[in-house]
């Protein structure tokens, strides 16, 4: 089942002859629990990719699909409600909730939307990514590796769609980063769930069954690896 279908996306910065393509026709499919990494070095466009995909930014030209969902129908009240529910968001930097505990940081996105918790799946979360032990703890208890393991969860909780990983690893030690792809791998196995790793990093991307490698605004190899 295809869970993200991108066709033709262009984003063009600038104008005149000022004009920059950050993305220049990128044609992308994506199956309901794949784990795919997108690979690039800085500048190659796969943060202007990762930020259409999220519904934070819109392509200059093309049509991203989630889940059955065309991005560019919604206004910017509906992207964002769409992103909380359906497109799960972790980045380098974990942007916890500072005063609340793991578990409340967890749970935010429910709590917006005034919703209860299932407490089988939060468990099922929790227990997969080894933190059922810290979830009174507040971001500053926890190290850097167990931060970003919250976010993971907390990416989690709405069941969303598509996980997108933006350089998950980009703030932690080798051991921690280690730690926190073994988790992404977890959670593509043990819970079903689709995810886009970002990265710039080639054995972080190995980590991945498919390598989508992205170079000045193009797509120039897409590897499946098993």
């Known amino acids: 089942m295809e869970i993200l279908k991108c066709e033709g996306i262009r ?15 990128i044609d992308l ?5 794949e784990f795919v990494a997108i690979l690039g070095a800085s500048g190659s466009g796969k943060s202007t990719l990762l930020h259409i995909l999220g519904s934070v930014d819109k392509p200059t030209d093309g049509k991203v699909i989630i889940d059955g969902t065309d991005l560019s129908k919604l206004n910017q009240t509906q992207a964002a409600i769409f992103r909380r529910r359906k497109v799960g968001m972790v980045y380098q930097f974990y942007n916890l909730i ?3 505990t793991a578990r409340k ?8 939307d005034k919703k209860k918790p299932n407490k089988e799946y939060f468990d099922k979360i929790v227990g997969t990514l080894g933190i059922a032990d810290k979830l009174e703890a507040l971001p500053n208890q ?7 393991r919250v976010a993971i969860a ?10 997108l990983a933006d350089e998950p690893t980009g703030n932690l030690d080798q051991k921690n980063s280690k730690e926190v792809v073994d988790m992404l791998k977890l959670s593509n196995r043990n819970l079903e769930q689709t995810i886009l790793l970002i990265t710039h990093d080639e054995k972080v991307a ?3 069954e498919r390598i989508v490698t992205v170079e000045d605004g193009h ?5 499946r690896r098993r």
Do not use: F
Request: proline share 5%.
């Open 219 to 223: 797509i120039i190899s897409d590897e």
């Open 142 to 148: 926890l190290s850097g590796g167990e931060q970003q």
């Open 105 to 112: 940081n967890i749970l935010m996105p429910l709590a917006l």
């Open 154 to 163: 907390r990416s989690l909780i709405y069941r969303p769609a598509l996980l």
């Open 29 to 33: 499919s994506v199956s309901k629990g």
């Open 11 to 25: 984003k063009v910065y600038g104008s005149g002859g000022n004009q920059v393509a950050a993305l220049d026709g």
């Open 206 to 208: 190995m980590e991945a």
């Open 98 to 100: 500072p005063t609340l």
